[in-house]
C-alpha cells in the first residue's frame, strides 16, 4: 500500500513508527495504570504517580486471602466456559444450516438474531428477575448460563456462518457422491475444516460473557453465582477503614490476563472473526 | 349449455393434471432436498428456541408486569394499574434527564468514534511497520472487562490518586456533572472504538487497489481518493458499524455505574432503570422502564434499517446466497 508517491524509506517507516506508537499508548496507558495501582504500596497508592514508587504484591495476596474473589473467579470461569461451550455448539449447528441448506424460514432466523444482536438487555432484567425467582433460577450458575447463550448467539451465528462461506464445499460433495448423508458429510468432512472458525467464535463468545455486567449484578445475590466484574463491584477492603483501591486494581488485573493472553495467542482470529462476522461485501 | 360448460371445464380439469404430476416428480426429485429442509430445521431449532424463549416470553411477562403496581416492599398491595406506571414515568423528570443523557452520550460518543475509528482503520490498514502489534493492541480495549477499564479511568480522575487528575489540575472531575458526563463519554470511548475500527477495516479491505492508484494518477489528491473512492465503497460498512454502535451505546451501563452510580443527573436509562428495580424494589415501574426502553431502540433499529435498505446485515445474508 506504500504505492503512490510515499517512499517506502525510512523518513516513512519512521513516520508510521510514531503513529504506531501512538496507537499503542492510547491502548496501553488505561491497563497500565491499573495495573500499576496495583502494584503499589499503601503509603503510596495516593500519589498520582503513573508509576509506583514502591512495589509490592501484597494486593494480589489480599485477594487471595478470602474466598470472596476465589469464588468469583471460580464462577466467572465456570460460567463462561459452559455458556461458550453451549452457545458455540448450537451457532455451529444454525450456521451450518444457514450457510449450506434451502429450507423455509432461514430469513427468519437471520432476523430474529439480529434482533437479539440490538436487543437492549436492560429490558430483560426485571421479566428475568421475576422470573427465575419464581423457578428457582436466580442466584444459580443456569440462571446466567441462560441469558448468556441467547445474548452470544447471534455473535456466533454470524461469525460462523460468514467462516463457513469460505470453505471449500466440493468436499463435501464428493463426501455425498460416496455416499455420505448430509449429516454425515457434516461431521466428518466440514466440521474439522470449519474448526478455525468454531476456535474463532468461542473466543468471541467467551470475551462476551467473560465482559457481562448488568445479567450479573441483576441476576446474582450471593457468592454461589457471583462473577468477578461484579464482586469487584461490592469490594469493601479487608477492614471497614481500608481504602478497597489497591485490591480493586489487583482483581481487575487478575481478570484482565485472560483476556491478554486471548489476544496474544489470537490476533489475527479474533481480528478476521470481527470483521467476517459484522461486514458484508 | 351443458356441453359447453362441459367443454368449458375440460381444458380447465386438465391444467391441474400435468401440475399434479409435476408435483409428483418434484417430490420424488428432492427426496434429498426434503431431508435437506428438516436437517436445517433441526439444525436450527435449539438455537432458535433459547434465543425466543429468553427474550420472547420475557418480554411479553414485562408488559404484563409494567401495567401491575408492583413494589417488592409491599407485595400485598400488587394490583393491575393500566397505563399508571406509564403514566408516572413518562411525567416523571428523572426519566426524561435519563434519555436525554442517554440520547447525548449515544451521538456524542458514536461521532467520536466514527472518526477515531476511522483513522484507526486507516492505520491499521496502510502502516507499514508493526502491524502485527498495532492489531493486538488495540484488541485490549475490545477485549477488557468494561468494569476493569470504568475502574481504571475512575482511580484516574480521583483527586489524590489519579494521574489524570494531577496531569490536568482538576479538583474532584468525578463529582460535577459535565465533568462527569465527559468522563463517561472518554471511557465509552476509549473502550469501543477498537471496534468501530475493526468494523471499518472490514470495509476498507474492499476498497479495490486498483481504483486507488487510478485516481492518484488521475491526479486526485489524499482527501479526495478518500471521499469520492473509499466512502463509496466503504458506505456499507460504515453504516453497519454505526448501526451496532448506535444501539450498544443506548444500552450504557457498566461505565455509568462504576463511574458515578448515575450520581448528579448522570443516569442513563438503563442505569435508571436499574436502580428502580434494585435500589427501589419497584418491578412495576422497572418493567415500565424495560419496556419503554425496548420500544425506544426498536423505533431506532427501524429507522437504522429504513435507511440501510439492502444493506442490512439480514438482506446481504440473504443476497449473497
Known sequence: MAAFGEPDGRAARWRWGVIDLVVVAYALIPVLWILSLSLKTTATLTDGRFVPREWTLENYRTIFQTDQFIRALVNSIGIALISTAIAVVLGTMAAYAIARLDFPGKKALVGVSLLIAMFPQVSLISPLFEIERSIGLFDTWPGLILPYITFSLPLAIYTLSAFFRQIPWELEKAAKMDGATPAQAFRRVIAPLAAPGVVTSAILVFIFCWNDFLFAISLTSTEASRTAPVALSFFTGASQFEDPTGAISAAAVVITIPIIVFVLLFQRRIVSGLTSGAVKG | ?321
Not at chain 2, 391441474?16 to 408435483?23: A, C, V
Not at chain 2, 449515544?106 to 468514534?113: D, L, N, S, W
Not at chain 2, 487510478?214 to 491526479?219: H, L, Y
Request: hydrophobic share 50%; with cysteine.
Open chain 2, 1 to 321: 349449455m351443458t356441453h359447453r360448460v362441459e367443454t368449458a371445464e375440460r381444458p380447465k380439469a386438465r391444467v391441474p393434471r400435468p401440475r399434479r404430476g409435476e408435483r409428483a416428480e418434484r417430490a420424488r426429485l428432492s427426496e434429498g432436498k426434503r431431508a435437506e429442509r428438516r436437517l436445517g430445521w433441526l439444525l436450527c431449532a435449539p438455537a432458535a428456541l433459547v434465543m425466543v424463549a429468553v427474550t420472547g416470553y420475557p418480554i411479553v411477562y414485562s408488559i404484563w408486569l409494567s401495567l401491575q403496581r408492583f413494589d417488592l416492599k409491599f407485595p400485598d398491595e400488587r394490583e393491575f394499574v393500566g397505563l399508571d406506571n406509564y403514566v408516572t414515568v413518562l411525567s416523571n423528570g428523572y426519566w426524561w434527564t435519563a434519555f436525554a443523557v442517554t440520547f447525548l452520550i449515544t451521538v456524542v460518543t458514536v461521532a467520536i468514534e466514527l472518526v477515531l475509528g476511522m483513522a484507526l482503520a486507516l492505520v491499521m490498514h496502510r502502516t507499514i511497520v508493526g502491524r502485527g502489534l498495532i492489531r493486538t493492541s488495540v484488541l485490549i480495549p475490545y477485549g477488557i472487562v468494561t468494569v476493569v477499564a470504568a475502574f481504571s479511568w475512575r482511580y484516574a480522575w480521583t483527586p489524590g490518586t489519579g494521574y489524570l487528575t494531577k496531569l490536568t489540575g482538576a479538583e474532584a472531575p468525578l463529582t460535577e456533572r459535565v465533568s462527569s458526563l465527559a468522563i463517561i463519554i472518554l471511557a465509552e470511548v476509549w473502550k469501543t472504538t477498537p471496534f468501530m475500527a475493526l468494523l471499518l477495516l472490514a470495509g476498507l479491505a474492499l476498497v479495490p487497489a486498483d481504483l486507488l492508484k487510478a485516481a492518484a494518477m488521475d491526479g486526485a489528491g489524499a482527501w479526495q481518493r478518500f471521499t469520492k473512492v473509499m466512502l463509496p465503497v466503504m458506505k456499507p460498512a460504515i453504516l453497519v458499524a454505526l448501526l451496532f454502535r448506535t444501539l450498544d451505546a443506548f444500552r450504557i451501563f457498566d461505565n455509568i455505574y462504576i463511574l458515578t452510580q448515575g450520581a448528579n443527573n448522570t443516569s442513563s436509562v438503563s442505569m435508571l432503570t436499574y436502580n428502580n428495580l434494585f435500589r427501589g424494589l419497584n418491578l412495576g415501574i422497572g418493567s415500565t422502564m424495560s419496556v419503554l426502553v425496548f420500544i425506544t431502540v426498536a423505533i431506532l433499529a427501524f429507522i437504522f434499517i429504513k435507511l440501510f435498505g439492502t444493506a442490512a446485515p439480514g438482506s446481504t445474508e440473504e443476497g449473497r446466497r
